[in-house]
């Protein structure tokens, strides 16, 4: 075996392996065990209301690069945060789903992925959608959550008129309540944990004052660090007398623990700095036999490809009346970037075939506005040539095109569970099927003359262009004058071929060829004899063909949302 066929055989390995896995491991983007909770349309409204905690979530779009990229950062985040799930829930809403779009548009989402923090009791207003973290680092978002998380009431001063009885009665699973003591910088400098946050790098002594009382971070990052522990509450406070309710002396580095009779224990951690305090309160609740929350268990990094090809499965399997503008666009780029430019020269019919193709794409146009833009720039390009060659075409898509890039990635109603499969085939079917119902604009029957004519001269399956003319001969499409029976004519055809290649080799298992659409998907398609109802399947065509009925899910694009 040489070494061009022993690296051909092994990516078609790993390409089966890669299938296999996506189509059967159910991977997903965040995995139970990474504390993020998926909301949708269903639940988003409720559960920022709940009062509890507070929320941070992420509005994402999985086939968008940012949000790739942003995911092992985001999942190492969230696993971190379940510390603090007794205040703080993380939450992720899938912008990409068609269902969901009403919702990102409301809060004004325009990129992905956007974090949003959210109190608890969160009322939507028009002047407040939450706060917005703008950014990806870890660390600082942690932070900037942090800062957030310490205006609720959990973080509240312990006053001299409180009562540690009211802390138990309202937490009846809370053993100890420990006390932390820190005052203003300005009047106590050894609580000051110099660089810890932002706020204390550029605090001035001077704004400490009663109305904007600026404060060591150290019984913040102590209550934090502690929410692990069910048995404990921390409560901080900077009045001295607090001590005195206590009959307690002040001494530096003091920390106070109430348990629920009201005994008094004294701990004093080597150092002035929340971590020694952390530290001696654990080392306190492990002697007394009290455990932290169990940890998450370990995942093993996403497959980010395979996850998406679970939530293409997944939408599938919850929405097959829809076509996908994901498979339309594909179809369209590889038609324009691998299909055509193989073609040594275009002239005569050839010519006059890719040039009415381009016009189909130019007024009925399934693709996002900008694109739209670059094919018309096209289409007036070529309009004018008496011939051409492929590189000529490939250097005007070019210049066209430019830096535009497609935004499918992936097919989405043409997906396969097997490598070689539907992919292109299936795309170029829908892309037509589509080109019929929206064929006002164009020529009667010229979609047909454009769709044989480039399974004549462009499509390499001779077996396709065989069965194709077979058809032709049964139905000419010279007999066709009205848009209705262009599109039954297609519909015919593609249910005449899909008839003769079942059960072959080229049938997905998973997606066999069936008589479209399946009496499942139009009970009124068929009358008692199982005989089509031509009024019902012309009907059921237009409405799953029009540009209306068209998702977005797959698209890596904010403008479903944002338009």
């Given at each position: 075996m040489n070494q061009w066929q022993y690296k051909s055989d092994l990516s078609i390995i790993l390409c089966l392996l890669f299938f296999s896995f996506g189509l059967f491991a159910k991977e997903l983007l965040y995995k139970p065990d990474d504390n993020v909770q998926k909301l949708d349309f269903t639940t988003f409204e409720t559960h920022l209301n709940e009062s509890k905690a507070a929320k941070l979530i992420k509005f994402y779009n999985g086939f968008c690069e940012d949000t790739q990229r942003f995911i092992p950062v985001f999942r190492n985040l969230s696993r971190k945060l379940y510390n603090w799930i007794r205040i703080l829930k993380v939450n992720v809403l899938d912008c990409s789903q068609d269902m969901n779009h009403r919702i990102c548009r409301s809060f004004n989402i325009h990129?992905?992925?956007?974090?949003?923090?959210?109190?608890?009791?969160?009322?939507?207003?028009?002047?407040?959608?939450?706060?917005?973290?703008?950014?990806?680092?870890?660390?600082?978002?942690?932070?900037?959550?942090?800062?957030?998380?310490?205006?609720?009431?959990?973080?509240?001063?312990?006053?001299?008129?409180?009562n540690v009885t009211y802390i138990f009665r309202d937490h009846t699973y809370v053993k100890y309540v420990v006390l932390v003591f820190q005052m203003c910088m300005s009047n106590f400098f050894p609580h000051w944990e110099t660089g810890h946050s932002m706020e204390e790098r550029i605090a001035h002594l001077d704004d400490c004052n009663e109305d904007n009382p600026v404060i060591s971070d150290m019984g913040r990052n102590t209550l934090l660090a502690l929410l692990r522990y069910d048995e404990v509450v921390v409560r901080v406070f900077d009045d001295h007398n607090i001590y005195n309710k206590f009959g307690i002396s002040p001494v530096p580095n003091l920390l106070v623990i109430v348990n629920s009779a009201g005994n008094l224990l004294f701990l004093t951690p080597?150092?002035?700095?929340?971590?020694?305090?952390?530290?001696?309160?654990?080392?306190?609740?492990?002697?007394?036999?009290?455990?932290?929350?169990?940890?998450?268990?370990?995942?093993?990094?996403?497959?980010?490809?395979?996850?998406?090809?679970?939530?293409?499965?997944?939408?599938?399997?919850?929405?097959?009346?829809?076509?996908?503008?994901?498979?339309?666009?594909?179809?369209?780029?590889?038609?324009?970037?691998?299909?055509?430019?193989?073609?040594?020269?275009?002239?005569?019919?050839?010519?006059?075939?890719?040039?009415?193709?381009?016009?189909?794409?130019?007024?009925?146009?399934?693709?996002?506005?900008?694109?739209?833009?670059?094919?018309?720039?096209?289409?007036?390009?070529?309009?004018?040539?008496?011939?051409?060659?492929?590189?000529?075409?490939?250097?005007?898509?070019?210049?066209?095109?430019?830096?535009?890039?497609?935004?499918?990635?992936?097919?989405?109603?043409?997906?396969?569970?097997?490598?070689?499969?539907?992919?292109?085939?299936?795309?170029?079917?829908?892309?037509?099927?589509?080109?019929?119902?929206?064929?006002?604009?164009?020529?009667?029957?010229?979609?047909?003359?454009?769709?044989?004519?480039?399974?004549?001269?462009?499509?390499?399956?001779?077996?396709?262009?065989?069965?194709?003319?077979?058809?032709?001969v049964l139905r000419p499409i010279t007999d066709l004058a009205k848009k209705d029976a262009q599109i039954l004519w297609l519909w015919e055809a593609h249910n005449n071929i899909n008839k003769q290649l079942a059960g072959g080799s080229t049938e997905d298992p998973k997606f066999p060829k069936i008589q479209f659409p399946s009496e499942k998907d139009c009970p009124r398609c068929r009358d008692d004899q199982s005989n089509w109802r031509m009024d019902e399947v012309l009907k059921y065509l237009k409405h799953i063909y029009c540009h209306e009925n068209l998702s977005w899910f797959g698209m890596a694009s904010a403008y479903p949302y944002t338009s």
């Open positions: 990129k992905t992925p956007t974090l949003r923090y959210f109190p608890p009791n969160y009322t939507r207003s028009r002047y407040d959608l939450g706060i917005e973290i703008t950014s990806r680092n870890a660390n600082e978002i942690e932070s900037v959550l942090a800062s957030h998380l310490q205006k609720l009431k959990y973080f509240k001063m312990f006053a001299r008129e409180d080597e150092m002035d700095t929340s971590e020694a305090y952390v530290a001696t309160i654990e080392q306190f609740l492990k002697f007394m036999d009290h455990k932290p929350q169990s940890p998450l268990q370990k995942t093993l990094p996403t497959n980010i490809n395979a996850a998406l090809r679970t939530d293409i499965f997944e939408q599938l399997e919850n929405q097959p009346h829809r076509v996908f503008r994901a498979d339309l666009e594909r179809a369209i780029d590889h038609i324009l970037n691998v299909e055509l430019p193989k073609t040594p020269l275009f002239v005569g019919k050839k010519l006059t075939v890719l040039r009415n193709f381009l016009r189909l794409l130019n007024y009925i146009s399934p693709l996002h506005p900008e694109a739209k833009e670059k094919i018309t720039s096209l289409y007036y390009s070529i309009r004018v040539k008496r011939k051409l060659s492929g590189v000529e075409l490939k250097e005007l898509i070019w210049k066209s095109f430019k830096e535009y890039k497609f935004r499918s990635k992936l097919y989405i109603g043409c997906i396969a569970s097997r490598p070689f499969l539907r992919g292109f085939d299936c795309s170029l079917w829908t892309l037509f099927h589509y080109f019929t119902v929206e064929s006002g604009h164009v020529k009667d029957g010229s979609v047909l003359l454009v769709f044989t004519g480039y399974v004549q001269f462009f499509m390499e399956c001779t077996e396709c262009r065989k069965k194709l003319k077979e058809f032709e």
